[in-house]
T-cell receptor, first 109, second 113 residues
Framework: GQNIDQPTEMTATEGAIVQINCTYQ??????LFWYQQHAGEAPTFLSY??LDGLEEKGRFSSFLSRSKGYSYLLLKELQMKDSASYLC??????????WGAGTKLIIKP | DVKVTQSSRYLVKRTGEKVFLECVQD?????MFWYRQDPGLGLRLIYF???????EKGDIPEGYSVSREKKERFSLILESASTNQTSMYLC????????????FGQGTRLTVV
């Protein structure tokens, strides 16, 4: 079956760095998305990785290892507004996004 | 900027009512999706469509139907609303190619009483 595993909740301090891990099993693979979702709002796009390696975009970076079925999202210089849920979503061979339950990130001053 | 617009932000309906949730996109994307999201669960796929008049069942289609008569509009229909369909409903489109990305509408929070 298809499965996504990411931590339910993480806590970090303002100004620090946090890494959110995601492991996945899908039927085929066409890339992996990371989305940010604030409470009561729709998800917003952060990154899309289709090849192995690290992609950096400002304070956010995303890493993919296809052979290990593993990705992480790295957030640097954390700000209070980064408090949100972070959703990992690989895309399978039918171009369906498979969604995990998300990681709720709590930022403390 | 791609825009995905859902017809209502909040809805309250009575048990047994027929409910229509509308979704319109302005970027000519072929792929459109309807999800529901409940606390502690990931987004669950209800139905999707790859083209006009085409529809495919997702993981939880029971109690729902869809309509795609025009490329830009994808409607979700609750034939007879029940309290267990109280949820956040999210419509999305998928852009594929050089800049692959899924775009979401603002969501409709439906309460069935």
């Amino acid at each position: 079956g298809q499965n996504i595993d990411q931590p339910t909740e993480m806590t970090a301090t303002e100004g620090a760095i946090v890494q959110i891990n995601c492991t996945y099993q899908t039927s085929g693979f066409n890339g992996l998305f990371w989305y940010q979702q604030h409470a009561g709002e729709a998800p917003t796009f952060l990154s899309y990785n289709v090849l192995d390696g690290l992609e950096e975009k400002g304070r956010f970076s995303s890493f993919l290892s296809r052979s290990k079925g593993y990705s992480y999202l790295l957030l640097k210089e954390l700000q209070m507004k980064d408090s949100a849920s972070y959703l990992c979503a690989p895309m399978d061979s039918n171009y369906q996004l498979i969604w995990g339950a998300g990681t709720k990130l709590i930022i403390k001053p | 900027d791609v825009k995905v617009t859902q017809s209502s932000r909040y809805l309250v309906k009575r048990t047994g009512e027929k409910v229509f949730l509308e979704c319109v996109q302005d970027m000519d994307h072929e792929n459109m999706f309807w999800y529901r999201q409940d606390p502690g669960l990931g987004l669950r796929l209800i139905y999707f469509s790859y083209d006009v008049k085409m529809k495919e069942k997702g993981d939880i289609p029971e109690g729902y139907s869809v309509s795609r008569e025009k490329k830009e509009r994808f409607s979700l229909i609750l034939e007879s609303a029940s309290t267990n369909q109280t949820s956040m409903y999210l419509c999305a489109t998928l852009r594929q190619g050089a800049a692959t990305e899924a775009f979401f509408g603002q969501g409709t929070r439906l309460t069935v009483v």
